[in-house]
């Protein structure tokens, strides 16, 4: 896996602008890139620790299709440590992480969650002001119809 050379500028702006929908525009988004040689030491990782044909399939079309670099770890982690106990568990995730370089990437993977936490929170206030204008719309035609009635109703 690799960084874009320009993460550090595009985090800066990101930080700098939050409210803007970043993941739509911003075109190294994700920072970190699943290269060839990822799905090659990822392929290897699933021969060596998936045993039947079946599974192993599925967790490669799995990694075809995923794109984001956390995803693509949790994504072999998973299928290469399941039904295994857990003291195999944490040698295989070691494997996995040292294999993929996952622990170089712990201080933008921790950035990142921020981000995304950052990005979620935009979300839900997005959502609620959404709900907010939706509320008080109806709510105006409440007392709309209300007042209109009781105008009704005193000139009768």
């Known amino acids: 896996m690799e960084l874009h050379e320009n993460t550090i500028s595009g985090i800066t702006e990101i930080l700098n602008n939050p409210e803007v929908d970043w993941i739509t525009n911003y ?17 290897r990782l699933c021969k060596k620790y998936i045993k039947t044909e079946i599974n192993r399939c599925d967790c490669l079309r799995h990694l075809h299709t995923e794109l984001h670099w956390v995803s693509f770890y949790h994504y072999v982690r998973h299928f290469c440590t399941k039904g295994k106990r857990p003291h195999r568990r944490e040698m295989i995730d070691a494997d996995i ?29 997005e959502a609620f002001k959404h709900r907010i204008r939706f509320e008080s719309l109806e709510l105006q035609k409440q007392i709309l119809e209300r007042s209109v009635k009781e105008w009704c109703d005193s000139n009768d």
């Open 27 to 43: 075109p190294d988004f994700p920072f970190v890139r699943i290269t060839k040689e990822d799905m090659k030491e990822a392929r």
């Open 97 to 125: 992480r040292s294999s993929l370089g996952i622990d170089k990437f712990g201080e933008i993977e921790e950035i990142l969650e921020k981000l995304n936490s950052i990005w979620w929170c935009i979300g839900e206030i």
